[in-house]
């Protein structure tokens, strides 16, 4: 007469299970305190423990300097419209801070100088956006996994949100086109029928003849509407997921995101977030824009953009 494992059991069989994945290169995860506590909670281990064994965590391509293209095309925004990033940028960010909150035990700010004295992890990448071009750059950085465990992150932290500095126009490509608007914004330009704005969000996002947004303009219910993302932590533990200040060489440069993007290989050029302010872990993204996890998720996006 067979029985169902009981819960303890299983769990057992999932902690063995992580234990072996970490073997395979998770090693900072596992040392991580919140993740053996995670593995204590029931639900949560089995899922992560699931996500540990569906997810191939070896590294992304990577690839020799002789390899880094001409010209990383930048793409999205380009310059942010943001009043208070470009007083930013215009003293180099010099007065930068980054924040790193939400479900950690000990939030905390460090500016650029501070984010270039820790340990940094350079790679060479190929970079896919949706739009059907890609670029090989060389990013240097400071890998998610250290401002994490530095935070401390709590048990029922989940997810990595990364806020940014700039305000979206909406207007361009979203609104089903046919307006001549431009639609240099777009991740996929008009190429994927997924872009089609969904109906019933009951209120119009788009400024007066779908213009590029200035200032702080490009409002939905009074306010700004920022470019966001977020990440799992299988992602936002994976060594080669990094906070990059540098590329190909030198200070990141405005159009490609300055002073901080995300590069998270492995994944789409939209999860790849630019002008990174606020790093906030959560334990659902539910609460964040339309729901989605992510500005383009919003639009229709799938939330999970790995390749
Ligand atoms: N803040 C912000 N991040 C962003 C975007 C954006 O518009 N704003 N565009 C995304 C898209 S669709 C791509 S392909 C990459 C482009 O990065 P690049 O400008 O360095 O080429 O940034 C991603 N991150
Ligand atoms: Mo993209």
């Not at 992580?18 to 596992?30: I, K, P, S, T, V």
């Not at 035990?105 to 820790?118: H, V």
């Not at 914004?185 to 788009?206: D, F, H, I, V, Y």
């Amino acid at each position: 007469m067979s029985r169902l494992p009981s819960r303890r059991a299983l769990l057992t069989g999932a902690s063995a299970m992580a234990a072996a994945a970490m073997l395979g290169g998770c090693d900072r995860l596992g040392n991580a305190e919140w993740f053996k506590r995670t593995l204590q909670t029931g639900e949560d281990a089995n899922l992560f423990v699931q996500r540990l064994l569906l997810t191939d965590r070896t590294l992304a391509p990577e690839y020799a300097e002789a390899d880094i293209s001409p010209w990383f095309k930048p793409n999205g925004t380009e310059d942010p419209p943001d009043k208070a990033y470009k007083a930013l940028a215009k003293a180099k960010f010099a007065k930068y801070h980054l924040e790193v909150d939400g479900l950690v035990e000990a939030p905390f700010k460090l500016s650029l100088a501070d984010l270039r004295k820790l340990p940094a992890r350079t790679q060479v990448t190929r970079h896919d956006c949706v739009e059907g071009w890609s670029a090989i750059g060389k990013w240097t950085g400071v890998p998610l996994a250290d401002l994490l465990s530095r935070a401390k992150l709590k048990p029922e932290g989940r997810y990595v949100v990364f806020h940014c500095a700039d305000t979206m126009d909406q207007g361009n490509a979203l609104e089903g086109g046919g307006e001549g608007e431009e639609t240099d914004e777009a991740p996929a330009g008009n190429a994927n029928p997924s872009m089609t704005k969904q109906s019933g969000s009951g209120e119009s996002r788009k400024d007066a003849g779908g213009q590029q947004a200035s200032e702080d303009t490009a409002v939905s219910g009074g306010s700004p509407v920022r470019y966001y993302e977020s990440i799992d932590l299988v992602d936002a533990f994976h060594p080669q997921t990094i906070l990059a200040y540098d590329m190909n060489g030198q200070a990141l440069p405005v159009s490609n995101g300055a002073p901080l993007r995300l590069r998270v290989e492995r994944n789409l050029g939209y999860k790849q977030a630019k002008y990174v302010m606020r790093i906030e872990v959560v334990e659902s993204f539910a609460h964040l824009g339309e729901g989605k996890g992510g500005y383009w998720e919003d639009q229709g996006y799938a939330w999970y953009a790995g390749i």
